[in-house]
């Protein structure tokens, strides 16, 4: 899990490499980076609403603070998205 002082081995694999694909269970910036590579959210971005399977994975990962999660989750989106756009 991630600290304030040291992060897990799956949020330094993502710093060095942002597509290892490394995910620690219990880590929520893990969960984060999950779940914005999954089926569910990028069907949510489709649909441009959050879909009954995306928000039941976003409350498993954060509780009743799911659409702060949310809001986390499309950060790491934009962000991975625009990385992507700057190594091509």
């Not at 009954?52 to 989106?77: C, I, M, N, S, T």
Request: with cysteine.
């Amino acid at each position: 899990m991630s600290t304030a002082t040291r992060p897990c081995a799956g949020c330094q694999a993502a710093a060095d490499n942002p597509v290892s694909g490394l995910s620690i269970d219990g880590c929520q910036e893990c969960a984060v980076r999950e779940l914005a590579a999954s089926p569910a959210y990028h069907a949510s971005v489709l649909a441009r609403r959050v879909i009954p399977a995306y928000r039941q994975a976003l409350e498993r990962v954060f509780g009743p603070q799911w659409l702060e999660g949310h809001e986390r989750v499309k950060a790491h989106d934009a962000a991975a998205r625009a990385a992507r756009k700057a190594a091509e």
